[in-house]
């Protein structure tokens, strides 16, 4: 079922709750009114901050054993409307490489998380950056203080980049008087960020250099989208478009297919928590990952598309089955009818030791209040998470990047209720598409055009199994299969928290990039 090219890859970013359901888009919505005030009245405008002013530093690194100079410009893209008034200003934190004779053959690469809602600090302050979190080896916060280090890893070394930090998240804010949540829908994001890269672009001459952009979980949406919408709008071709932890991207699955495409992502939990059979456990995870596959797309599909038609003796040796690549038990299987949403499955597994197992990296586990209950109280990957994240942004803005502002910096910002996609305003996209429709009729336009898909067994949010199945019926025919690449992880979400995963990502991405550029 897959093509796969397995090279051994929150920007973050961590996905909100709401978005994890089905994994697609919310429909459109009404935009967020002030509580109580009727059904006119408008949401209460912001009111003025003081912005921090450009600041822009140089530094030095070593990177695969090459000492390079870089300059870090952290400033504020003032955002306006089609009559020139100003609506916004959006941070932007971009490193270059000194001393490049030809940014033509220089790519610049763009990058945001997701949410919707999070700032970019996870793929900053975690993967692409020059500087990162200090993480254990196996990718486990350590005791606080936190620290920061050079990334020996850092993408800097094949591209320049401008990590994006979308209206209402880090220091990006509304200007005075105006809607806070007015960006706050797929569309306006897919507008108002296509907007901030085609101005990066235009203020710093690198129309002539090869553009790549890379988001993290709800930010492959907005990267998916964007990639059409930057050709449609602006006439501006991407080189190449990488996924971090990959959503959907508007493919329904619906109930059954959900339900069996998320089968591996638990099978890889429960073998990482012990919890399979003797030999399931003794195998390597690809191996055993290659079974409960092939079971998911197969047998286990078969038997839940067949619903109360199974015979007993069917649904039994269905529930044995499930049992064998779950983890959890046969009677409980059969007492939900084979059907196990991921919220249960994070509190069932672990259950009898009193223990919860994490969303976005399953490796993790909480301590829960009490063993009663169907739902997981909260997610302890995203609590071992934030502060390190936290206070590393705000230590390294303040003493390396010498931005200066007491305006706080919104690791998740508040964005009212996200508005869906609803009618599609995007030149030759014309009719409702949803944003894996754009990201294919890019590739189709621009046969230049490649993907990279860097995927984690243990993430539950953005499960791998899931992600491929969208690809392949983003694309039914194969015309463009050959240009998209899969990598994968034996970590979460942010696979590069761990450092063997780090390591491997960089060159995957490495790697994707330069393929993009061969001739």
Request: aromatic letters at 12%; glycine letters at 10%.
């Amino acid at each position: 079922m897959r093509n796969k090219l397995c090279v051994c890859f929150l920007a973050c970013f961590v996905l909100s709750a709401a978005m994890s359901a089905g994994q697609t888009p919310p429909p459109i919505q009404a935009p967020v009114k002030a509580a109580g005030s009727g059904p006119e009245a408008k949401p209460t405008p912001l009111p003025a901050v003081d912005l921090p002013a450009t600041s822009v530093t140089r530094h030095s690194i070593k990177i695969g054993g090459r000492m390079l100079t870089y300059t870090a410009t952290a400033a504020m893209m003032p955002m306006k409307d089609e009559s020139g008034k100003h609506m916004a200003d959006i941070f932007y934190i971009a490193y270059t490489l000194d001393g490049v004779a030809d940014r033509t053959k220089r790519p610049v690469l763009f990058s945001f998380n997701g949410g919707p809602g999070s700032s970019s600090v996870w793929m900053h302050m975690g993967f692409l950056g020059p500087r990162k979190v200090v993480y254990s080896e196996e990718g486990w916060a350590l005791r606080p203080p936190y620290r920061i280090e050079d990334n020996e890893y850092s993408i800097l070394d094949e591209a320049d980049l401008v990590f994006i930090d979308p209206v209402a998240t880090g220091y990006s804010r509304m200007a005075p008087g105006e809607d806070p949540h007015k960006y706050h829908g797929l569309t306006e994001d897919l507008a108002s960020v296509g907007e901030f890269i085609r101005l990066y672009l235009t203020k710093n001459g690198r129309w002539d250099s090869p553009k790549f952009i890379i988001g993290e979980s709800y930010g492959t949406t907005r990267a998916a989208g964007l990639t059409g919408y930057l050709m449609s709008e602006y006439n501006i071709f991407l080189n190449g478009t990488i996924l971090v932890s990959s959503m959907t991207l508007g493919v329904d699955l619906g109930a059954d297919m959900s339900t069996a495409m998320i089968l591996p992502h638990y099978t890889a939990t429960a073998w990482y928590h012990k919890k399979l059979p003797a030999d399931l456990q003794a195998k390597p995870l690809r191996s055993v990952l290659d079974e409960a596959e092939a079971f998911a797309r197969g047998e286990f599909l078969l038997a839940l598309a067949r619903g109360n038609a199974l015979s007993p003796k069917e649904k039994d040796d269905a529930a044995a089955k499930l049992a064998r690549f779950s983890g959890l038990p046969k009677e409980y299987l059969l007492g939900s009818h084979l059907r196990v949403p991921a919220e249960q499955f994070r509190k069932e597994l672990l259950r009898k030791d009193g223990l919860t197992v994490g969303r976005l990296d399953s490796r993790y586990t909480g301590i829960v209040k009490s063993q009663a209950g169907e739902m997981f109280e909260d997610d302890p990957a995203m609590t071992d998470w934030y502060g390190g994240f936290s206070a590393a942004i705000n230590q390294y803005f303040k003493n390396d990047l010498k931005v200066e502002t007491d305006l706080n910096y919104n690791i998740f910002g508040d964005i009212g209720r996200w508005r869906g996609m609803g009618e599609s305003k995007f030149g030759m996209f014309g009719a409702p598409q949803g944003v894996g429709d754009m990201l294919y009729d890019a590739m189709a336009k621009n046969r230049f055009q490649k993907v990279l898909v860097l995927a984690g067994y243990f993430d539950g949010a953005c499960d791998y199994y899931s992600a491929e199945y969208a690809f392949t019926h983003l694309d039914p025919g194969g015309k463009v299969k050959d240009r998209v690449k899969f990598a994968y992880y034996e970590c979460g979400h942010m696979m590069y928290i761990r450092k063997t995963d780090l390591i491997t990502a960089k060159r995957d991405v490495a790697d994707f990039v330069r393929s993009c550029l061969a001739d």
